[in-house]
T-cell receptor, first 113, second 111 residues
């Protein structure tokens, strides 16, 4: 199916473990984004990518790593998960840039124990 | 600098009555504005967007928004609420190099 998908949808992990959240889009959009959504903070940008092999930090990048070897995939890795990274993570894509409309995936709910 | 303020964190309306979700923005130039909706446990979905064409913008599911430059507002309206409209709504403004999300307004529909 066309669109943007995320996996897993739900994940429970322990402090200190490495976790990778996957994001895949079928539109061939140049831009992709990772956000986290927390009560009281709204949506915050973690990392974004303007094209394959081009990534840059957003507002809250600490503790996260991204890569983009292919246009359609944009995985987000928590190298050593902490409780403060418990959140809902959304991947998004945009055809025309950071300041244009973005299309969001269904989200991954991550719990770090 | 650009900013966006959603004036109500919660709005409750009865089914069949009008919906008004308020949004004010600040922008040093002609803005691009968006409304997104997020249903429970779902991702954000684009409802409508304003990009300096018609000031009254029609979106999906019967929603529309009016751009008022003199009031720096972009309020979202719907003539008749439906139970399926219960969700969180985000007003978004284009910034210099990113989009800026409002804090969200949760819409409750009373039977």
């Amino acid at each position: 199916d066309a669109g943007i998908t995320q996996s897993p949808r739900y994940k429970i992990t322990e402090t200190g473990r490495q976790v990778t959240l996957m994001c895949h889009q079928t539109w061939s959009h140049s831009y992709m984004f990772w956000y986290r959504q927390d009560l009281g903070h709204g949506l915050r940008l973690i990392y974004y990518s303007a094209a394959a092999d081009i990534t840059d930090k957003g507002e809250v990048p600490d503790g996260y790593v991204v890569s983009r070897s292919k246009t359609e995939n944009f995985p987000l890795t928590l190298e050593s998960a902490t409780r403060s990274q418990t959140s809902v993570y959304f991947c998004a894509s945009s055809e025309h840039g950071r300041h244009n409309e973005q299309f969001f995936g269904p989200g991954t709910r991550l719990t770090v124990l | 600098a650009q900013s966006v303020t959603q004036l109500d964190s919660h709005v409750s309306v009865s089914e069949g009555t009008p919906v008004l979700l308020r949004c004010n923005y600040s922008s040093s130039y002609s803005p691009s504005l968006f409304w997104y909706v997020q249903h429970p446990n779902k991702g954000l979905q684009l409802l409508l967007k304003y990009t300096s064409a018609a000031t009254l913008v029609k979106g999906i599911n019967g929603f529309e928004a009016e751009f008022k430059k003199s009031e720096t507002s972009f309020h979202l309206t719907k003539p008749s609420a439906h139970m399926s409209d219960a969700a969180e709504y985000f007003c978004v403004v284009r910034g210099d190099d990113k989009i800026i999300f409002g804090k969200g307004t949760r819409l409750h529909i009373l039977p």
